[in-house]
């Protein structure tokens, strides 16, 4: 049942409908999904990442992702660039990388938008009101640090490169299935990380003549490329970072053997 709202000042208005929402579909369907596809992969990687173990396969030099770079003495041989971190069961292995990376994917325009809609219900699909009485926007803690996302981008090309050297040290010991799904997550890694939003405004968003600087501007418009596939990628990237991680804990952890194409 609807009634007639009315201005203050008199006039016609907008019915005041009763029901939350008018939507008839399955709105509720895909912030659903999203939450549990989110949850379920961050319980996964925060199990993984204080294991403290299963996470460097000698023979191959494998290591997973979720522990690169490994800076505690746990690390062994996986420790390349020192152990300056102490072995505290609360400081996962790769604490100097974690954060950033934490703080990219948080900040990301397009994970903001998955869970503000699917944690948050703010608001939980289009035209179904917002779950909050109040709107604050990202003014105050701890939203203003959603405007860190371009520092933690450049953050998240430093440890992307360090993923494509661990991808490449591997590939010293031969070819294995393991080499191919290293090389897989890398790819994808900085397909996603060049997507991104402040990587398109860095590549061209202050330039006023694209003539002027032909070379940015034909990266410009291939991160404008990538950036239309943004969602997807970070979808995409979750799924090749757990898929690493968990082959290379099952090669650690002596569950199966590499399959070997060259060595």
Known sequence: MTTTAT????GKARAAISARTLRTD?????PLVT???L???VTYATVRVFMH??????QFHYLTPFYSPCLTDRCGDAALFGTPLPNFFLIPEAAFSLPFLLLFRLTCYYYRKAYYRSFWLSPPACAVPDGHKTYSGETRFPLIFQNAHRYAFYAAVIISVINTWDAALAQSTGLGLG????????IML?????SCHSCRHIAGGRLKHFSKHPVRYRFWTFVSKLNTRHMQLAWITLGTLALTDF???GLAAGWYSDLRIIN
């Open 7 to 10: 201005r203050p000042g008199g």
């Open 190 to 194: 900085w397909a996603y990380t060049l």
């Open 179 to 186: 080499n191919v799904i290293l090389w897989v997550n890398v």
């Open 26 to 30: 399955r709105w509720w369907l895909a």
């Open 53 to 58: 173990k299963w996470f460097w396969v000698e």
């Open 35 to 37: 939450f549990i596809g």
């Open 39 to 41: 949850g379920a992969w």
């Open 247 to 249: 082959y290379i804990m």
